[in-house]
């Protein structure tokens, strides 16, 4: 039986994971002028979550189930044209499996950690230390969805200084999307590899570039 109670300690946007430092695109999207209160937040959200979210989401539960964490690895490459953006996923991958292994110490999380010293991608550890935890692909899968969106409307709170009261309406009516592609990607990943999520976000992947070229930044991403 899977723990709730250890997803919710993954899931805490507290647990030292480093996701606090990346904006989601949110940062790009603010300067660009297309993201200026909480209704353009609640598109920002939506979009990324039904794009990079999902994609995401499969990974993690495809990774919780057990598959093949370089053939999963390498998934997460060719989902992610963006040098910058697999920059920071493997960054946010090495943050994460530090925690991980502290919390959740084991043999999955210590061969991964070998297999790849600079960082395998961030949702292949997520549904590595998932799996470590206790939890399965849709618990990993949810996790996923809910750090998706709740790591823009965190960073709007403090780029355009918005009531953190609509941020979090914004992600409590985005609830039964999560849901919706937290089952979709959980679903996917028990057909394996073949049938993962490859949805995208081209204008994400552009503005992530343009962002890390910036001399002066708020967050890493």
């Not at 994971?17 to 990346?22: L, R, T």
């Not at 695109?25 to 598109?43: F, I």
């Not at 057990?66 to 044209?81: E, H, K, S, W």
Request: aromatic share 4%; glycine share 8%.
């Amino acid at each position: 039986m899977s723990s709730r109670s250890a997803l919710l300690v993954l899931a805490d946007g507290r647990f030292p994971a480093g996701g606090h430092a990346h904006s989601g695109g949110a940062e790009a999207a603010v300067k660009a002028g297309r993201l200026r209160d909480a209704a353009d937040l609640a598109a920002f959200c939506r979009g990324r979550l039904h794009t990079t979210g999902l994609t995401s989401a499969g990974l993690a539960a495809a990774a919780a189930l057990g598959l093949d964490p370089y053939a999963l690895d390498a998934a997460a490459d060719a989902r992610t044209p963006s040098p910058a953006l697999r920059a920071a996923a493997r960054k946010l991958g090495r943050q994460l499996m530090r925690a991980a292994r502290a919390a959740w110490p084991g043999p999955e999380l210590d061969a991964l950690a070998e297999a790849f010293p600079r960082g395998a991608h961030q949702p292949v550890v997520l549904g590595t230390a998932a799996r470590a935890a206790g939890l399965g692909p849709e618990d990993a899968a949810y996790c996923v969805a809910y750090e998706t969106v709740s790591g823009p409307a965190t960073a709007a709170v403090r780029l355009l200084s918005l009531d953190p009261f609509q941020a979090t309406a914004v992600l409590a009516r985005l609830a039964p999307e999560m849901d919706g592609v937290a089952e979709r990607a959980a679903a996917a990943a028990q057909e394996g590899l073949h049938a993962l999520p490859a949805a995208s976000a081209p204008l994400l992947d552009i503005t992530a570039e343009q962002h890390a070229a910036w001399p002066v930044r708020l967050f890493a991403s």
